[in-house]
């Protein structure tokens, strides 16, 4: 159902289809216009060979000189017809709805992934999407084909982030359909076990993937607030602790600075791409910050 122009001025309705394809594109095509790089440039698409048209065929690579000459329809082909497959796997558990930020974890994400879908897409790399809970819990595969985009986008808009992690199940169930090599985004909290996450993500490598995870916290998550008595919810289990935050502060942002450098640290050691962020931080700004450092390393 399209969206009204109300809804869309509706932040909690961002997610709504019409709405998710504006954010998607504004950050791509505001973000990176003049970059002149990117993880997806720099592969060849040199002419190969013309086949004759079938349905859905991008319309694009009509060759309308010859279909002058014969009256036939033929599509260009390319040596490298999909430059890359890209793999965008999003942890939607419950524990993604936490929104003491802008904006809930699961929705900045898909936001993200979205903008990276659009990206890809229009560089004619196979794009899929999948959802992750205690498995794998759907998934569009990767194609470039007419409507891929909005089926991304379809997918993410009917997401609804639920019960517990495990995403060392989830992501095992998710590289057994990753079965051709290219880039593997995952989106998460990481709220899980280290061994867990560590060992399917090395997994992954070990495939020939490209890995690279976006870890990503609510800003309360980050550091407690600065004082106050404040009731916390395990969203994932229902358990609640009232507690006086004041004298935890310090050791809490220790504690977590702690954990992410040491995930961070033993990922980048098996050759996982890190990129750690909070809900906070204006997603154009991270996009274009990372896109910029990754395109100067490739």
């Given at each position: 159902m399209a969206a009204t122009q109300t809804e869309l001025q509706d932040p909690e309705l961002f997610m709504a289809l019409e709405d998710l394809e504006l954010v998607a594109r504004g950050i791509v095509e505001g973000a990176l216009h003049g970059l002149h790089q990117s993880p997806y440039v720099g592969f060849s698409v040199e002419f190969n060979a013309h086949r004759e048209y079938q349905l859905g065929d991008d319309l694009r690579y009509v060759n309308w000189n010859l279909w002058g000459r014969t009256d036939r329809l033929y599509i260009k082909q390319f040596k490298s017809d999909t430059n890359l497959n890209l793999y965008l796997l999003l942890d939607c558990t419950a524990s993604m709805?936490?929104?003491?930020?802008?904006?809930?974890?699961?929705?900045?994400?898909?936001?993200?992934?979205?903008?990276?879908?659009?990206?890809?897409?229009?560089?004619?790399?196979?794009?899929?999407?999948?959802?992750?809970?205690?498995?794998?819990?759907?998934?569009?595969?990767?194609?470039?084909?007419?409507?891929?985009?909005?089926?991304?986008?379809?997918?993410?808009?009917?997401?609804?982030?639920?019960?517990?992690?495990?995403?060392?199940?989830?992501?095992?169930?998710?590289?057994?359909?990753?079965?051709?090599?290219?880039?593997?985004?995952?989106?998460?909290?990481?709220?899980?076990?280290?061994?867990?996450i560590l060992g399917a993500l090395r997994h992954l490598r070990h495939h020939g993937h490209d890995v690279i995870v976006v870890h990503l916290l609510d800003p309360w998550e980050?550091?407690?607030?600065?004082?106050?008595?404040?009731?916390?919810?395990?969203?994932?289990?229902?358990?609640?602790?009232?507690?006086?935050?004041?004298?935890?502060r310090t050791a809490y942002r220790r504690a977590v600075a702690d954990w992410r450098d040491r995930l961070q640290r033993r990922a980048e050691d098996a050759g996982i791409d890190w990129l750690s962020c909070e809900t906070s931080a204006p997603l154009r700004d991270v996009l274009i910050n990372y896109l910029l450092r990754r395109s100067r390393l490739c």
């Open positions: 709805l936490c929104a003491n930020g802008p904006t809930a974890k699961w929705r900045y994400g898909a936001r993200a992934l979205a903008a990276l879908a659009f990206l890809a897409l229009n560089t004619r790399d196979a794009t899929g999407l999948f959802l992750l809970q205690s498995g794998l819990e759907e998934f569009v595969p990767p194609f470039v084909r007419p409507g891929q985009f909005h089926e991304i986008l379809a997918l993410l808009e009917r997401a609804r982030p639920r019960g517990p992690t495990n995403l060392a199940k989830a992501l095992a169930e998710t590289s057994q359909l990753c079965r051709r090599r290219g880039l593997v985004v995952v989106v998460s909290d990481l709220f899980d076990q280290d061994e867990g980050a550091d407690l607030p600065e004082s106050g008595q404040f009731e916390f919810q395990d969203l994932e289990t229902g358990a609640r602790l009232r507690t006086n935050v004041e004298p935890l």
